[in-house]
């Protein structure tokens, strides 16, 4: 971790604005827009140490990614905007996840790439993480699942997790 | 002593000749049957499901293209492996697909460029994060690493035009030019280890020797008329059946 600092910190020694490039496809664009009136510039999350650990509890394996990028304005430190993927069956599900005051203020699916259990995207079920927490390594609430789509709510649900403990760990350093 | 009847002779004779002639056949087509029945009797203690087939010429009959090693880097210790289009850290699968083009290390990441974009990773091959190259890159196998030894900065160069990597490490910064940076000479790919090579082709086939075995086990190996090869394997075992049962009478 340290090392990594480090590398940071050679990093940031010329300050000024970047030109970073758009990566984002144009759903997470839409979906950041909606959270923010002026998206505020990524920040990241590194996996490593203890919360690695954690990541793979939730998951079952490691997030692809050792870092993960999250939005947060620096007027409402409460309140994070996450993207994170996850396999459902055989492929990512891109996921946005907005969190403010530790509780999912709202979940969208951006990208959905299976053939089938495109029922999670219906807001019926997105709904069900309105308002929800994450204690006791449990979301405060049960989600119902869908018939036919039980890899797809499964992956969800962890997204929906891990996207909690990443806002708790941002807002509690 | 009684003289049996020419007719009733004729049969034991005839049943005699079928039996021996049969004999022949079926002890070949016993022991090929018997052998694949007790290797797929044990298939799972023996790892015949686990196992990859390598042999060129089976895989020639499958018309499966064995994998190809495209590109090989390696970086101080480690290896930043094309497999066919996968990519691999040493014999550990990536989360990136593409064709690599060239890769290096400096400080604690490996830089690497995969089609059209640029990948980063840590000294250990985790995956930082993956972003496109300028639109201008139609060629990256052209594309030239640059390092500034003050600052540490990576930036690249494409005919003559420059980029810098950004601080966060999320794009490029399009640059006048590349005053302060030093070329690198990016690794070439090289042969990689023999045992490394082995281990990834072994884990990375789509063949298993179980379903090689299950093929012969049933005739279809030997295309749609296997199994009708077996079938009268199968017709004959039963005309040996009832001839030694003919001998068997008085």
Redesign the interface.
Known sequence: MFRIFKIASILIFLGGMTNAQATLIKEEQAFLKQQFTEVPKAQYLWLTGDLKKQTIAILGHRYPKIRVAYWQRPQTPNQTVWILEEIGKEKPITIGISITDNQIESLRILKFRESRGWEVKLPSFTQQFDNVNYKNQQLSRSIDGISGATLSVRAVTKIAKLALLFHHKVTNK | MKKQPSSLSFKQKSARKIHRLLGVFIAIGLIYITLTGILLNHSESLKLDKQIVTHPLILKWYQIEAPQIKQSIKLDNQWLIQLDSNLFWNQTPL?LNGDLYSAFKH???IYAIIDQNLSLL?EQG???????L?KDITHPDQVEWRVNPN???VSIRYQDKYWQI?????????LKSDSGFNKIKAPTSVEVPPQLKASLLNQNGSLHWERVIVDLHNGYFFGSIGPYLLDLFALLLLMMVISGLRLLLK
């Not at chain 2, 985790?126 to 496109?132: I, L, Q, Y």
């Open positions: 989360p400080q604690i990441l840590t985790e995956w930082v994060d993956t972003f496109s300028p600052t540490g900065l950004n601080e966060d490490l999320t794009g490029f910064i399009a």
